[in-house]
């Protein structure tokens, strides 16, 4: 807009601000009206702020016609996503030809036929289903293309406009019966493993799970990962999420939802930055630090943790690091504590590394500049208090990467019958002990035998 | 809280009743004291010693602007030299200190075993660049006679106007001072350039900038060696969008918000992308800024008044001052540097040769020139840089990210950058057709349509990081 070229001062020379305050306010009070329950969220995540106006009128109720409209609005969403599937494989096939496509699945097959690979008689999934239409095999190729980071996985968002205001409480999705799960023995050699530096090998896949703090430091963990142990790592950390809010976003669920599109051998979690606030439960007021509080938000660490062993996969959960924001002064012990004690109850999967030793002088409080060896004092938080400069995020990334190791390379020989025979799962098994794990891998992904799956 | 919060909007709002009151009552006065209350009201929500600072720098600006003519007439240079000095000091105390200590810490530490330089923990204020250069802006006016000293009132609210307050647009004294100073009853002659802009703003800032980073920009970003070489293209052209769209939205926005105050604030941006040279893009681009560097770095440098080979030298100077001013490190220096050469070589050329690009290939080679500039805005270090340029040799892996989705919102955006001032311009004669609920109606389906479309999440200003 160019306004410095208008003289429109000289040539209208009354204000017709009444009229536009009128226009601005009433557009304000009906966008505060249809989107009442997503805004009392927002405030809670971010201001933490209970404003307890019982529900809210929904878009819904309000707007006459509103379910066409969301019918609409949905088959947009499909339609825009088939063509951005169909346009992904295009550029896939452009750019790279026929290794754009999966191997050895024949995804294009009229007939459904089963991978030929070799893949251990209990993670042996089962055989896919054809390719009945272009969105699936669009979804498939999806599946199969090498995506690192970013995924969407809006699925187990929450649905802003059913909620209310009760936005701590535990969402539905998370109340469903779970399938029971069977600890594996926690025998002293499994034990010992298990507290040895995981061992990682090609191939492998890494979830990193967390907040902006996860978000900083992700690039630097993803890059070292795949520099040096050549393993692919999917990035879902989102910034200010946590587990006090699961209306806001529901990070036990959508842990879950990545493990059903995609197998992980590692977890990492990130995140408690945006956490040590007041719950509402059912209406009621949760204090931070209470009893009820501890014990909710340790159901929520537990969900993570076992969704993680339930897939036989490793899970590093780191501490929450010491805050300099005045608001958050001193909060982040419990929050560590209760990762801890989640992470205890799963020694042979998961483990808890605190980060405030490699964060502070002392060990336990913020500290803003740190004496590192090779470059003296340098600043690792930012002006904000919580977040980490580039230096910070590399030391945190160094943390990260000192709880993996190379594993060694078990021949293939070696590894089938044992793989064949013996169907129980020990997670904390050498190689050489290898066995292959009791939970199937999700029939979506039939093309990706992961024999490193056994050896954690 | 910024300018595209719930609660901003919520509080704004009850402000303009209370604002546009008081004009009636009361006049002017009444609203510029309301303003400037206001204002740092408002920059006390970030830190009240950002607020504290503010009125510290302001009062020694002003005040020293004062000194600078003698009750007798006669102007004096010291209080304008000792008043840029000390804004600079202050700009480079809170913004470079820490860059300095680092660096000369790693340039000493070879020589000096165990030499440090003291650790200041200090916070970097958000706007403080801006108001730092509006503050020399004003000074150097009224000290060469162009703009007479303002009344301390007048004056801390220039400096302080909370649309302008976080990342500008620059305003010289005679376009905001001069319309604070103004006695004239203030209006809102144009409503619907308002409401236009904010539909605007919420298009590029919500909607689409936040589209681009997180399909685009921040994957690739963060993970150059996972990509293939034309996924970092157009990671790279996604965030040259992103970036025009952030700060052009957040200036769409703030303009809009200066509107409805009664103020019309100076153009920023002139569709930046549609340049067919270097030289065009610093005049679409940031374009306060960009005269800022002109006036006060580059004419005093010595400017074109000497020989050619002493201009290309102050330009560079300016050009790296100006990437400089971006932040406190060493990519954004050699980003300023490498339009500084980029310019000394277009100047060559116009030097050597009548010959000039079509306006396409111009425009072509103009924006790759830019995006390749944006990565070393972007990246963090050097390590980021050359870990991306690494990756543009990388042809076998499966590309992941949708690049001809991509290559289509590219023509798209381009297209509409071509016609981006006439569609403005026909809508706003279609909105002022319309009543003022029709407005409202329209400003409300907008916020809701871009609300459904745009990325979860309340979306930051890269600028006010600067």
């Given at each position: 807009m160019q306004l410095d070229e208008k003289p429109f001062l000289a040539i209208e020379p009354e204000s017709q601000h009444p009229s536009a305050l009128a226009a601005i306010s009433l557009a304000c009070v009906l966008l505060v009206a249809i989107k009442g329950n997503a805004l009392l969220q927002y405030w809670q995540q971010t201001h933490h702020i209970f404003l307890e106006f019982g529900h809210l009128p929904s878009a819904s109720q309000l707007i006459p016609g509103s379910q066409t409209l969301a019918n609409w609005q949905q088959d947009i969403n499909r339609w825009t996503d088939e063509r951005a599937a169909r346009m992904l494989i295009a550029g896939q096939l452009l750019l790279t030809g026929n290794k754009a496509l999966p191997e050895p699945a024949p995804l294009m097959a009229a007939q459904p036929k089963c991978p030929d690979v070799v893949i251990p008689k209990a993670t042996a999934p089962t055989c896919p289903a054809p390719a009945t239409n272009d969105k699936q095999t669009a979804e498939q190729l999806q599946t199969a293309a090498p995506v690192v980071a970013n995924i969407s996985i809006a699925a187990s968002e929450n649905n802003d406009e059913t909620k209310g205001a009760d936005a701590t409480a535990d969402p539905a999705s998370i109340n469903e019966p779970a399938a029971p799960f069977v600890m594996p023995d926690a025998t002293p050699e499994a034990l010992a493993i298990a507290n040895a530096p995981i061992a990682l090998q090609t191939g492998d896949r890494i979830l990193l799970v967390g907040d902006s703090l996860m978000q900083g430091v992700a690039p630097h963990v993803i890059t070292a990962l795949k520099r040096n142990y050549k393993v692919e790592s999917m990035d879902i950390s989102r910034h200010s999420t946590g587990l006090t809010y699961p209306a806001f976003f529901d990070w036990p669920a959508t842990v879950k939802a990545a493990f059903e599109l995609e197998n992980y051998q590692v977890v990492i979690v990130f995140l408690g930055a945006n956490d040590p606030w007041d719950m509402t439960l059912q209406g009621k007021y949760v204090r931070y630090g209470s009893e009820r509080w501890k014990e909710v938000y340790s159901a929520r660490v537990k969900q993570i943790i076992q969704t993680a062993a339930e897939h036989n996969a490793r899970l590093v959960w780191l501490g929450a690091p010491p805050m300099g924001r005045e608001d958050l002064l001193g909060k982040e012990p419990l929050l560590n504590e209760i990762y801890a004690n989640e992470s205890a109850k799963y020694p042979l999967f998961a483990r808890f590394v605190a980060t405030a030793p490699s964060l502070s002088t002392d060990g336990s409080s913020f500290t803003k500049f740190l004496e590192l060896p090779e470059r003296g004092s340098v600043m690792v938080r930012t002006d904000d208090g919580v977040h980490f400069t580039t230096q910070g995020q590399k030391l945190l990334a160094k943390l990260m990467l000192a709880q993996f190791t190379h594993a060694a390379q078990p021949s293939i020989e070696q590894q089938s019958p044992q793989q064949s025979e013996q169907p129980v799962a020990e997670p904390g098994a050498t190689p050489a002990e290898s066995k292959p794990t009791a939970t199937p891998a999700p029939v979506e992904q039939p093309q990706q035998p992961s024999p490193a799956i056994s050896q954690r | 809280m910024h300018y595209l919060s719930p609660e901003f909007a919520l509080i704004f709002v009850g402000f303009l009743w209370l604002y546009w009151w008081a004009g009636s009552a009361y006049g002017v006065r009444a609203q510029n004291h309301l303003l400037l209350g206001a204002s740092y009201l408002f920059y006390c929500s970030f830190d009240w010693r950002f607020a504290l600072l503010l009125l510290n720098f302001s009062l020694v600006i002003l005040l020293l602007a004062q000194a600078i003519r003698t009750p007798d007439g006669v102007r004096r240079r010291w209080p304008m030299i000792a008043g840029v000095a000390i804004a600079l000091l202050n700009l480079g105390i809170f913004k470079y200190y820490n860059f300095f200590r680092e660096e000369a810490m790693a340039l000493l530490s070879p020589v000096f075993t165990g030499a440090s330089l003291p650790v200041l923990e200090l916070v970097l204020p958000v706007g403080i660049s801006f108001y730092t250069f509006q503050g020399i802006a004003y000074l150097v006016s009224v000290g060469r006679g162009e703009y007479k000293a303002a009344n301390l009132s007048d004056g801390l609210l220039h400096l302080s106007f909370f649309p302008t307050?976080?990342?500008?647009?620059?305003?010289r004294p005679n376009e905001l001072l001069a319309q604070i100073e103004s006695p004239a009853q203030r209006a809102i002659v144009a409503p619907e350039w308002a409401i236009l802009l904010m539909i605007s703003a919420l298009i590029k800032k919500v909607w689409l900038a936040a589209w681009l980073a997180e399909e685009w920009a921040n994957p690739v970003f963060s993970n150059p060696e996972s990509y293939h070489a034309v996924e970092l293209a157009g990671g790279l052209m996604a965030y040259a969008w992103q970036l025009f769209f952030d700060f052009s939205g957040y200036t769409d926005v703030v303009t809009a918000l200066a509107l409805l105050l009664g103020f019309n604030l100076p153009v920023n941006f002139r569709q930046p992308y549609l340049a067919t040279n270097l030289s065009d893009f610093w005049k679409r681009w940031h374009i306060t800024l960009s005269r800022w560097i002109r006036d006060y770095v580059y004419i005093p440098l010595g400017g074109n008044r000497g020989n050619w080979a002493r201009t290309q030298i102050n330009l560079v100077i300016a050009m790296t001052l100006s990437g400089f001013w971006h932040g406190a490190s060493i990519t954004f220096v050699v980003w300023g540097l490498w339009h500084g050469i980029g310019l000394v070589f277009q100047n060559l050329w116009h030097k050597v040769s009548e010959w000039r690009f079509p306006a396409v290939v111009g425009q072509i080679i103009t924006f790759i020139f830019v995006c390749l500039g944006w990565l070393l805005f972007r990246a963090e270090d050097w390590d980021s840089v050359s870990a991306f340029v690494k990756g543009f040799g990388e042809w076998d892996i499966v590309p992941s990210l949708n690049w001809l989705g991509l290559l289509l919102a590219m023509v798209v955006f381009f297209t509409l950058a071509r016609h981006a001032q006439t569609i403005m311009d026909k809508s706003a004669v279609a909105l002022r057709k319309l009543p003022w609920w029709g407005q409202s109606f329209c400003l409300l389906i907008c916020a809701l349509a871009i609300m459904e479309l745009a990325p979860a999440g309340m979306p930051g200003f890269i600028y006010f990081g600067f």
């Open positions: - | 307050l976080l990342a500008g647009p620059i305003c």
